[in-house]
């Protein structure tokens, strides 16, 4: 079929023919673990749910590459493009690409400089000599000088961009303005540059270079796409790998899923990681390692989170490299959050807030942080957490305050009140795994039929069709049953909530394992392997 390109393999059912590709690519990867002084990386790879689409279950492996059988492709960071957003992107990423590429080169690896359509500015210098005079390799892949645009049994992207991807307003007109790299990534002496396929093939085989690290632009078309490409390589048996936190994407938020252009970047990483290859991140080459960020922002008087939530973070969290910062309300405001502005750089914002009316400027910094399709773990009273008239009263005269359809619109919940308030003599609700979503890596390590919590349980019947209920709790002695913890999406982005949280839940095993896988999952991050599991 012209301008697709499918492996030679005798052809397999699709999760037959995945599971063959990443047992191929997680062979690859371990192939130099004995090798002294090692590149040391975290790949990331998704397993597929059972339709054969992404995200499923996240697994990410440890393992060594020999510098000197490795070479970073350094794709289309041109000098300009005709998107006016694009070029700023390429802007903002070339000074960090620029570090991680001078590191990898002291460390040994090859690095191969390919900014299409460009060679007529390089003609002559040693570097482009250097990749058209490498010998011609005696195992040239089949098609190796065309684009790949899909392998063999890869669904669609989960973007559209059938308009070009120029975010834009008005879209920019479009047009190949680039005659060059950008300037910032510096040219070594023994570096190559080429934009050919069968060139680039030659280099790494005359090499003995088996590891390929891709980095540039565009994730969803030159990236995936290109001769020299993400498909090419997996398709032709080198271990590749994309550096995720140094690509970007050519998508306009105004066209389907309609998220925001850096969770587009993410959706068609996902995609990648299901039915490409395994991902990166970029300090493992330069030795700074990613920690995410958790940002906890704590404002109620009933349950304690301001104690027991850093003292979770402390003991499940942070040892486990998540960096955890805490914004408290103001003790002599109860509707001021000081330092919430920290939540714009935050990976994820951990909510357990009550009926508080932020700011106009404070919540708009939390409407903005999930516009752009972040992630967000909500404890208990965080579903009326920005709804300031208490459960029935009549909502104060003038403009609307607050966020008072957070709860559904975010979480996907419908708080209606809680049951028998009456003083808790002993663990009086139960709480247990909803059984066909047992596979799901929040549940990972629970393995028991229930276990009994000290809160009182919440009314939340009507969730949204866009959830998914993992746990269901209800009363001892009562025939009543309410959802207690589930996922949603919000514009493209994972959100977790439970309405569980009293002080004496934190010593539940299974509760802190809840929470702890539910922090992993949203910052999709693999659930760590040490869960333990509990009765």
Known sequence: MPGRCFSAAPRLSAVAALFAVLCSVWAGLCTAADAPRGLMFSARQRELLPDGTTPGTIHEKRFNWNPRQTAIVICDMWDQHWCQSATRRVGEMALRMNTVVNAA???????????????????????????????????????????????????GLPIDDSDGGCDCQPQCKTGNPWRRQ?????????????????????????????????????????????????????????????????????????????????RGTDLVVAHIEGHVCPSILSGDICGE??????????????????????????????????????????????????GIEALREADLLVLSVRRRNLPAAQLAVVRDYLERGKPLVGIRT???AFDPTPL???????????????????????????????????????????????????LAGLTGDQFFVTSHLYKNRDLAPTTTTLFEGGVRGEDVREPVAWTNNYRGGRIFYTSLGNPEDFSVPAFRILLRNSVFWAIERAVPSDATDVP
């Open 105 to 155: 080169r002291e460390q040994g690896v090859f690095v191969i400089h390919a900014p299409s359509s460009c060679m007529e500015f390089y003609k002559g210098t040693p570097q482009r000599q250097r990749a058209q005079s490498a010998p011609p390799a005696a195992n040239p892949p089949h098609e190796i000088q065309n684009w790949c645009r899909r392998l063999e049994h890869e669904p």
């Open 182 to 262: 950008i300037a910032a990534i510096e040219i070594a002496e023994l570096d190559a540059i080429s934009d050919s396929g069968s060139e680039i093939w030659n280099l790494l085989e005359a090499r003995g270079l088996t590891n390929v690290l891709v980095m540039g632009v565009h994730t969803n078309m030159c990236v995936l796409g290109r001769p020299f490409g993400l498909r090419q390589m997996a398709r032709n048996g080198k271990n590749v790998v994309l550096v995720r936190d140094l690509t970007d994407t050519m998508y306009n938020p105004r066209k389907s899923p309609q998220v925001d252009h850096h």
């Open 289 to 338: 390692p990613g920690r995410p960020l958790a940002l906890f922002v704590i404002g109620e008087d009933e349950y304690h989170t301001a104690e027991t939530l850093p003292a979770f973070a402390k003991s499940e969290l942070e040892p486990r490299g998540v960096k955890c910062r805490f914004v408290q309300v103001n003790p002599q405001d109860p509707h001021d959050f000081p």
């Open 382 to 384: 965080a579903s009326h």
């Open 392 to 442: 029935g009263a009549a909502p104060p005269a003038g403009p609307a305050a607050g966020w008072p359809r957070f709860d559904i619109e975010v979480l996907g919940g419908d708080y209606q009140g809680h049951y028998s308030n009456r003083p808790v003599t002993g663990h009086e609700t139960w709480v247990k795994p909803v059984a066909d979503q047992a596979r799901h890596p929040i």
